[in-house]
């Protein structure tokens, strides 16, 4: 049990708070004050409700999020598997509960903030795999096992999940987990190969094999909880609203789709459309262009980070984030089916809110360690 | 540490490949964005429908405002339709909170519906648009109204409303002229939608009916009177967010009408045809207008209103009498010996003296073939007054030779045989007048002569309808060429044209009225007993009264034509063996009766036609029926009375 550190890490209180990355504090608590700002928008002029609510929520966790990134970043390297397991037991146990009870619970109750086990997987999968390749000789990382076992601590959980079923969320799982493993360097001749076979017999199957009707029925399959109005109904609304919003939109508390409930689940996954459609295409790059920003630090502290473990922590969360934000606005303007992912920080609820939040909180922490680098025969 | 080094290379260049690959996923959020923006402009100078219109669509929408439909009234102003308040009940799917089946099953049990109803609207309720109101039953009466309104609270997303709809207070006697409204089908809908997106949004309003037979159907567009609307602001369930967006349109009453019937009479007159199949008009012999334009069996037009049941409309369409059938106007029958008058006419227009007599032995050969007469043994010697007396068919074969089919057919159209009237109702029967010309364009050989026979006598190829008959009735006591009128006073229409007189001498006319007058008032008459109205001017009001109210008083006579349309064709075997009693063959079979008249005798002023399906024989059957309800319209004389105006009925509501 060897532990290698290169420069002490901070030590007083004080000390870590002023190294602590603010800027990323900033821009969370600006994203999720837009969310406080369109909330209020569709209230009758009134702050309770879900305004308070959303502030309150983002408040209670930004707290929890600077408290633990204060931690020893080691914490996050020996949680890695401990989570992993615990997150697959939970999605097992509710698969098994869901069956008997027909599928009504998929939720834990943890005090104030309800969990869904397939959420904690979103982290624990990131923290898993990053701890899996921090051990894996990189000379082994062309061999057939190294290949399989991430492939494995992937599939099960997304399998999981996509059985509940909750599309979604199995895509941003199995997602942010190749991810990682690409950032891990996964060799291009088995990427190559993957996309060589899978891509152009899923384009053939699409395409040539099923029927529209087939087409939006793999969609409606795969989730049916995502679209129960019938397949065109919100995302056409959504067009509506954004194709008519022009530069600048409506105006703020203007916008008559999302005023008038033209627009459904505006406070949630279609939260992007509201935006659009009250301020525009301004409106628009404002909240791209701040994810962005934040995607940025967030990829930047992944790259400064000197453990292994660290630097693909962060950069598993990083993805994570992107994935979250990418189809999310893809789907309120079109470009993929509705697959019903909130936009994170925006959106009302809690749950994308605490697992980008969570995540967060591993990348502060890597920040505030950013010099420390964890040996690679490092065992807790 | 060279594998690290190499491993911590390898991941700032794949940081690097996703950097790209999120900015290339950003990148065509942001095309995207970009590229609706500019695809809304572009459809909105191409004039398509933008992002921005279906905004606009979403948003407002115009809730229609239908106007009242208009008031029919009789000449005297009696109300025969108008609108009474339809209790309804509406559902908005999308806002029963997921419980739209309890709803609609709560509701169902406060109105008794049966349960297959329920059943049908909870199927329909799912189908239909989510923010959409849908009817659930209207028609209802107050308690079931109110029972509703009471339980409002507690079943979401149920409207209880109360709109405006046609009745019909006299129910079946006006059911054929005035006809009744229907809701639009969804054809009619489509279509309309189609040609102007507008008229949809109208046609939908559950307010809304539209004629479907009758006047309803022909006046549709001044009853109709002229939609309103509101643009109002609607939120997605479809509440109205805004009443104040600004544009607005009022309503234009439909307007009311008056026709020529007297309410009364033509009230007299089904009841006198009760359960027959028959059709009785009356008309004023000077104008033209139509005082009873009456077929029975009637129906029920207010079952129309809200939508008939297919049990009901079976039962109706289907029966034998044809109680849907506008037997009056559309109906067309055999003239029988009615038609004598037209050959009588056109035989002294041809030439013939009228003392010239016939012998009638019961039958007239002609080409080698007996023509029959339809008195056995036959009249004697008849000239024109006493054939059309008795009605001798062997005096008007040699009439109908003299005078010729051409010259027949003529003088028919004269008196307005063959002519569809325009009196603004749907079907008006043109009938058949049979010349030689229209003989030969029905078939390959040339006009056979003997033909002209049966023509003479009312047979043969001419149909007829009982208006008619009764136009010509009027012509021929008149003199004027006068065209029958069924509206008096509508939206931008009164008053009538002068009528041209008649190209028939007035010796010719006063010889057919004459043997008409003969038929009703002298021995051998074929009406001698049914003819008698049993009418007698009272000296000092100068009014038709009883004869049993002033035995002593000048009689009121009238004048008149029986006639009996055989349907069957009669064979020879039958002839020999004797023919068949009307009595013992079937309902279907038996002949039609039919009768014209004219009344007062000594100032003609009503002229009535009636046509009993079936009737078996114009002199006991259609005779004293036509002289029934001629007796209440003389000793009623509604033409001896100033009719109604608008003007004056608006006058009088502006005073109430």
């Known amino acids: 049990m060897t532990l290698q550190i290169n420069n002490p890490r901070p030590t007083s209180l004080a000390d870590r708070l002023r190294k602590m990355h603010w800027l990323i504090i900033t821009l969370l608590c600006a994203l999720a004050a837009i969310g406080v700002l369109m909330h209020f928008s569709v209230t009758d002029g009134s702050w309770t409700g879900r305004p308070v609510d959303h502030a309150t929520r983002f408040g209670i966790i930004l707290v929890f999020v600077i408290g633990i990134s204060l931690l020893d970043s080691r914490i996050w390297i020996a949680l890695a598997y401990p989570l992993y397991v615990l997150a697959l037991v939970l999605l097992i146990g509710v698969e098994l509960i869901g069956v008997t009870r027909l599928g009504a619970q998929r939720w834990l109750e943890l005090g104030p903030i309800g969990l869904q086990p397939s959420e904690l997987m979103k982290i624990a999968i990131v923290l898993a795999l990053a701890r899996y390749y921090q051990n894996l000789d990189p000379r082994r990382t062309g061999q057939i096992l190294p290949l399989l076992t991430p492939i494995v601590m992937i599939g099960v959980p997304t399998a999981l999940v996509m059985h509940q079923p909750d599309l979604g969320t199995a895509l941003l799982i199995a997602g942010s987990g190749f991810g990682l493993m690409f950032l891990a360097g996964l060799r291009w001749r088995y990427i190559i190969a993957a996309a060589a076979v899978a891509l152009p017999s899923a384009i053939y199957a699409y395409f040539f094999v099923l029927q529209t009707y087939q087409r939006q029925r793999v969609v409606t399959f795969l989730d049916p909880d995502a679209d129960p109005l019938g397949a065109g109904y919100h995302q056409l609304q959504s067009r509506i609203a954004i194709g008519s919003a022009g530069l600048f939109g409506q105006g703020y508390g203007e916008g008559p789709q999302s005023q008038l409930d033209f627009l459904p689940e505006k406070h949630t996954d279609f939260i992007f459309t509201m935006i659009v459609e009250e301020f525009g295409l301004f409106g628009a790059f404002l909240v791209v262009g701040l994810f962005v920003w934040l995607l940025t630090l967030v990829m930047r502290v992944s790259v400064q980070a000197k453990s292994l473990f660290a630097r693909l922590a962060a950069g598993g969360v990083g993805i994570t984030i992107a994935l979250y934000v990418l189809i999310n606005t893809s789907m309120v303007i079109g470009l993929v089916p509705v697959v019903g992912i909130p936009l994170p920080l925006l959106s009302f609820g809690g749950t994308a809110m605490l697992t980008i939040m969570a995540g967060v909180a591993i990348v502060l922490s890597i920040h505030l360690n950013r010099d420390a680098s964890t040996s690679r025969s490092f065992v807790w | 540490m060279s594998g690290k080094r190499d491993l911590m290379n390898v991941f700032n260049r794949r940081v690097a490949v996703l950097g790209a690959l999120g900015a290339a996923g950003f990148g065509s959020v942001i095309v995207r964005l970009g590229y609706l923006q500019v695809e809304n402009t572009l459809n909105t100078l191409r004039g398509k429908t933008s992002y921005s219109d279906a905004v606009d669509e979403n948003r407002f929408d115009l809730h229609v405002l239908p106007p009242p439909r208009g008031i029919l009234y009789d000449r005297f102003g009696e109300v025969l339709a108008n609108t009474s308040p339809n209790y309804r009940v509406m559902v908005v799917p999308e806002a029963t909170q997921g419980r739209l089946e309890d709803v609609l099953r709560q509701v169902g049990a406060l109105l008794n519906l049966p349960e297959d109803v329920i059943e049908a609207r909870i199927r329909k309720a799912k189908r239909a648009r989510r923010f959409d109101s849908m009817l659930v039953q209207e028609g209802l009466d107050w308690q079931q109204f109110s029972a509703v309104n009471v339980f409002l609270p507690e079943l979401p997303g149920i409207k209880a409303e109360a709109g405006e709809l046609r009745y019909y207070p006299y129910k079946s006697a006006f059911a054929h002229p005035i006809g009744y409204v229907q809701r639009p089908s969804q054809l009619e809908i489509d279509r309309s939608e189609i040609s102007n997106p507008g008229a ?304 028939v001498p007035k010796e010719h006319r006063d010889i057919v009225l004459a043997g008409m007058y003969a038929v009703c008032n002298e021995p051998g008459g074929t009406a001698i007993s049914g003819g008698d109205l049993q009418l007698v001017r009272d000296p000092s009001s100068g009014r038709a009264v009883p004869l049993e109210q002033g035995p002593g008083f000048e009689r009121v006579r009238m004048a008149g034509k029986t006639g009996t349309a055989q349907v069957r064709v009669i064979s020879a075997a039958e002839r020999v063996t004797g023919v068949k009693r009307n009595e013992d063959l079937r309902w279907g079979l038996r002949d039609h009766a039919l009768f014209i008249c004219v009344a007062p005798w000594d100032k003609p002023r009503y002229a009535c036609a009636v046509v009993v399906e079936h009737g078996m024989a114009g002199s006991r059957v259609a005779a004293p029926m036509a002289r029934d309800i001629l007796r209440v319209a003389l000793m009623d004389d509604p033409l001896g009375r100033t009719p109604t105006t608008l003007a004056q009925i608006q006058g009088k509501g502006r005073r109430a």
């Open chain 2, 200 to 503: 949809g949004i109208y046609l939908r309003n559950p307010d809304v009916r539209v004629g479907r037979s009758g006047l309803e159907a022909r006046l549709e567009p001044s009853l109709q009177g002229v939609a309103g609307w509101r643009k109002v602001e609607v939120n997605a369930t479809g509440r109205v967010v805004s009443e104040t967006v600004g544009q607005s349109r009022k309503p234009v009453d439909g307007a009311g009408t008056i026709l020529t019937l007297d309410g009364p009479l033509q009230r007299a007159a089904m009841e006198r045809m009760g359960g027959e199949s028959a059709a009785a008009v009356i008309m004023d012999i000077q104008s033209g207008e139509v005082l009873v334009l009456a077929s029975a069996p009637g129906f029920d037009p207010n079952a129309f209103v809200n939508g008939i049941g297919s049990e009901e409309f079976k039962t109706l369409n289907e029966n034998e009498y044809k109680p849907l059938f506008h037997k009056a106007v559309t109906g067309a029958y055999k003239p029988g010996s009615t038609f004598k008058i037209v050959t009588a006419l056109a035989a002294l227009q041809a030439g013939k003296d009228p003392a010239e007599r016939h012998n009638c032995p019961g039958y007239y050969v002609y080409g080698g073939r007996p023509f029959h007469c339809w008195k056995k043994g036959g009249h004697g010697s008849v000239d024109m007054h006493g054939a059309l007396k008795g009605s001798c068919n062997v005096y008007f074969f040699q009439a109908a030779l003299r005078a010729g089919q051409d010259r027949i057919a003529a003088m028919a159209r004269a008196l307005g045989f063959g002519t569809a009237f325009d009196i603004d109702l749907p079907a008006v029967q043109a009938g058949i007048v049979p010349d030689q010309a229209w003989w030969e364009s029905q078939h390959d050989d040339p006009f056979p002569s003997g033909m002209t026979l049966n023509t003479g006598i009312g047979q043969g190829d001419l149909l007829v309808s009982p208006l008619q008959l009764s136009v010509a009735t009027a012509r021929l006591a008149s003199g004027m060429a006068i065209e029958p009128i069924l509206v008096r006073e509508t939206l931008g229409r009164s008053g009538t044209t002068a009528p041209r007189s008649l190209d």
